[in-house]
C-alpha cells in the first residue's frame, strides 16, 4: 500500500503537468485568436475602406434583424418548415452576398496572386495570352 506522501506527490505532479499544458494551450490559442481577429479586422478594415459600404450594412442588418425575428414569439408561432426556409435562406444570401463582392471587386485573391497563369492556348501556340482578371475571379474564389 502507497503511503500518503507519495500519493499526494504524485497527485501534486499530475495537477503541475495538466497545469502546464493548460498554461500552453491557451497561450498558443490567444497567438491564433489573436492572428485571426487582426487578419479578420484588417480584412473588414479594407472592405469598409472600397465602395462595399451599402452591401455590408444592408447585409449584417438584415440578417441581424432576421434572426431577432426568428428568435422572437412572433417568430416561435410560426411552423418549422417556414423558420427552416428562413434560415436557409439566410445561409444562401450569405453565399449570394459573397459572389456579388466577388463579382464587384477583384476580391482577395487578386491580391495574393499578382499574376494570373497564362491559359492552356497560350501556351500551346508559343505566346502567353495573359488572363483577363475576370475570368479568374470565380476559380481563386473557390480556391
Known amino acids: 500500500m502507497q503511503s500518503s506522501a507519495s500519493i499526494n506527490a504524485s497527485i501534486t505532479a499530475f495537477w503541475l ?3 502546464s499544458y493548460l498554461q500552453t494551450t491557451i497561450k498558443d490559442g ?5 492572428g485571426l481577429w487582426r487578419l479578420m479586422g484588417n480584412g473588414m478594415i479594407n472592405r469598409w475602406n472600397g465602395d ?15 434572426r431577432i425575428f426568428i428568435r422572437s414569439a412572433t417568430g416561435q408561432a410560426m411552423p418549422w418548415y417556414i423558420i427552416m426556409a428562413i434560415e436557409d ?10 459572389l456579388l463582392y466577388l463579382h464587384n471587386s477583384d476580391g482577395i485573391s487578386r491580391a495574393l496572386f499578382k499574376r494570373a497563369p497564362a491559359s492552356s492556348q497560350g501556351e500551346l501556340s508559343g505566346s502567353p495570352v495573359p488572363t483577363r482578371p475576370e475570368d479568374m475571379k470565380l476559380f481563386y474564389y473557390a480556391m
Request: aromatic content about 12%.
Open 17 to 19: 503537468q495538466t497545469c
Open 30 to 34: 490567444a497567438l491564433v485568436l489573436g
Open 89 to 98: 435562406g439566410l445561409s444562401v444570401m450569405s453565399f449570394v452576398v459573397g
Open 52 to 66: 462595399q459600404k451599402r452591401i455590408t450594412i444592408g447585409y449584417f442588418g438584415f440578417v441581424l434583424c432576421m
